[in-house]
């Protein structure tokens, strides 16, 4: 019997010959995809890149699911919704990463914007209160007159607090809201009374829970306490651009939808050791122990297949319609209609997908 042949000893010859053909067979995709045509270049617009929110596009550029698929994307962190609202309007990027209310929101004003693959299916906020500020909190009314820190005006952790504010019984005009972008700034005026209560996203508010700070009066961090609060499923972050692009460029979003979706199936089982390997160190904000416990924690709230559910999608409407100053349209059915495609996300290759 020949089963256990004595192995030859590597040598540094042999070594070099292993790696090299095994960077050759790695590299051999991405240089097909290069002989085969030039990488087209588009530019993805978001708020901040270290945020929870845009990690499937983090880990499509690490991974190299975009230039896989022939793309070359740039990631241009803009810091806020809003200027995310106006680099579309200018033409300074091609797509934007915001939630899909961002979406709804454009289109009750005319914008003829479309979504086209879903990142996340729950808004991941919470809200709380400062246990200093609140020894003893028993009702959502003591709110009345306070200062409520929130991510941006139209974002989803202000959406939180006015949905939480009106089963009270509160308009948005009985208390003062405080815009606070950034993670650090919001820690900071939450925790030198700046303001009472905070809105806001992980990895800042477990940081507030875990050392006793904030008293949770909200949690849509999760696709159940997402349905708790606003009565329905309530997506969040999502690909989307005016529809004209979406329709002229199709080949472009598909394959950006493409690298998208195989990067929310590697999220789906992706151990802590590679996100640790995948993220960039600077994401972590200087917390990487935070940082890791947060992500686990949220896991659920990303979308499987980049699909958005037509139920999550007229929940959001219904939100928005409730909220003080919007009110009932007339054409809302054409607007709901027109403001998502799910024909990008259906045609995704088997090979991307969630296991089943």
């Given at each position: 019997m020949d089963a256990f042949k004595p192995v030859p000893p590597i040598t540094r010859r042999r070594w070099l010959l292993r790696v090299g053909a095994a960077s050759a067979g790695l590299a051999a995709p991405f240089m097909a995809v290069a002989r085969g045509r030039e990488r087209e270049r588009v530019t993805i617009g978001l708020g901040r890149e270290e945020s929870l929110y845009h990690l499937p596009l983090t880990v499509a550029r690490q991974l190299g699911y975009f230039a896989s698929e022939g793309l070359e994307v740039r990631l241009l962190g803009l810091g806020t919704n809003a200027a995310t609202t106006q680099a579309l309007d200018s033409r300074r990027v091609d797509v934007v990463s915001a939630p899909y209310l961002q979406v709804v929101m454009q289109r009750l004003r005319g914008m003829p914007w479309q979504a086209f693959v879903l990142t996340g299916r729950a808004p991941m906020v919470a809200m709380g209160v400062s246990t200093q500020e609140f020894p003893v909190f028993e009702h959502v009314s003591q709110l009345r007159g306070r200062r409520i820190g929130v991510a941006g005006q139209a974002s989803l952790s202000r959406l939180l607090a006015q949905a939480l504010l009106a089963k009270a019984g509160l308009s948005s005009a009985e208390v003062s809201w405080v815009e606070l972008p950034s993670p650090g700034p919001a820690?900071?005026?939450?925790?030198?009374?700046?303001?009472?209560?905070?809105?806001?996203?992980?990895?800042a508010m477990t940081q507030l829970e875990q050392r006793g700070e904030l008293r949770l009066l909200a949690d849509a961090r999760t696709v159940r306490g997402a349905a708790d609060v606003f009565d329905g499923p309530l997506p969040s972050t999502c690909l989307f651009a005016p529809q004209g692009y979406v329709e002229a460029r199709t080949a472009v979003c598909q394959r950006l939808t493409n690298a998208v979706v195989r990067a929310l199936r590697w999220l789906q089982t992706a151990e802590l050791s590679d996100i640790v390997a995948t993220v960039p160190p600077s994401h972590a904000l200087g917390d990487r122990a935070l940082y890791l416990a947060t992500f686990f924690r949220v896991r659920g709230a990303y979308s499987t297949d980049g699909l958005l559910a037509d139920e999550a999608v007229r929940n959001v409407w219904r939100v928005v319609q409730?909220?003080?100053g919007v009110g009932p349209k007339p054409d809302i059915a054409a607007l709901m209609a027109a403001s998502y495609t799910n024909a990008l996300a259906a045609r995704v290759p088997a090979r991307n997908r969630p296991a089943a």
């Open positions: 820690l900071a005026a939450f925790r030198s009374g700046g303001v009472q209560a905070l809105s806001h996203t992980d990895p409730g909220l003080e």
